[in-house]
């Protein structure tokens, strides 16, 4: 009966505020972990309508290689013009 | 019942109790990360998939620009020199003078041009505009003469000599502004040049 009772104090006094004590770490732990992707939510839908421009890159292309198209030409007929040194 | 047996079952009830509550509590927790990453991930997808082509472009664009400017580079080797080439690029990009010497496989200072002249003036100058400045070289000969520098420009002109005919029915001279670029005529086309030169009154 002692024993008993001794076992029931270490249920009472130990063990369940032991085991309260690690639920509420992992509680807060989700808790935090929440909040951050909940943050994270904004940041990266801002990051990808930042890339919305990257579409215009295929334009660009189009325009430098018109660009280089048009250079090379002028070199060719400078080529042709100009006096080598 | 004992008393003893009363007290281990409210112990082992308070126990049950306090996992039932923080394991539900975690549980809410759980979802609501969840439904945020999911969130998150559409986001992200977004990203990768925007993202995925500028790689290619990017490399195209530096590839084209990488050909025009070793064109220009090759070009301006040719006419102004290997030496005053890279002081000309230097004099409208400082610094980038050294660049064009690694590039033909040199080394050593850039010929400083900019110190002599403006970048325009010396600019003009070297490509041959006739500009008296083509004279005074920066130091040995002029890169061209003067004088006789429009000898190629003018023969891309029919007749030469000027804008009269030098016999009567001769062949006449083109406008003054030759077409340039891909198009250009190799020989003069009497017609249309002809037309031109008598509108132009020369």
Do not use: C
């Not at chain 1, 801002?46 to 189009?62: H, I, R, Y």
């Not at chain 2, 306090?18 to 998150?40: C, F, G, M, Q, S």
């Amino acid at each position: 009966m002692t024993i008993w009772w001794i076992g029931n104090a270490v249920l009472l006094l130990v063990i369940a505020p032991v085991v309260v004590i690690l639920l509420r770490g992992v509680l807060s732990a989700a808790r935090a972990v929440t909040s951050t992707v909940e943050a994270l939510q904004p940041v990266a839908e801002a990051g990808s309508k930042d890339l919305d421009a990257v579409e215009l890159l295929n334009t660009t292309q189009e325009q430098v290689s018109q660009t280089v198209a048009v250079v090379a030409n002028y070199g060719g007929s400078l080529d042709t013009i100009l006096e080598d040194a | 019942m004992e008393p003893a047996a009363v007290v281990t079952l409210i112990a082992v009830v308070l126990v049950i109790l306090a996992l039932v509550v923080y394991l539900v509590a975690v549980i809410l927790e759980l979802r609501k990360i969840t439904a945020a990453l999911d969130a998150v991930i559409a986001s992200v997808g977004g990203i990768v998939t925007k993202s995925k082509p500028v790689n290619g472009v990017v490399e195209a664009i530096n590839k084209d620009l990488s050909a025009g400017t070793d064109l220009l580079e090759g070009l301006l080797d040719k006419k102004a020199g290997e030496d005053d080439a890279a002081g000309l690029v230097e004099s409208v990009f400082p610094g980038a003078g050294a660049s064009v010497l690694e590039r033909q496989g040199r080394s050593g200072e850039v010929k400083n041009i900019d110190e002599v002249y403006t970048r325009g003036a010396v600019q003009l100058a070297r490509l041959g505009r006739e500009s008296p400045l083509g004279a005074g070289a920066i130091s040995g000969a002029a890169l061209r003469d003067p004088t006789y520098a429009s000898a190629a420009a003018r023969s891309l002109y029919r007749n030469p000599s000027g804008p009269i005919t030098e016999e009567p029915g001769g062949p006449r001279h083109r406008p003054r502004s030759p077409t340039i670029g891909v198009d250009a005529p190799e020989a003069a086309d009497d017609g249309q040049a002809s037309d031109d030169s008598t509108a132009s009154g020369r």
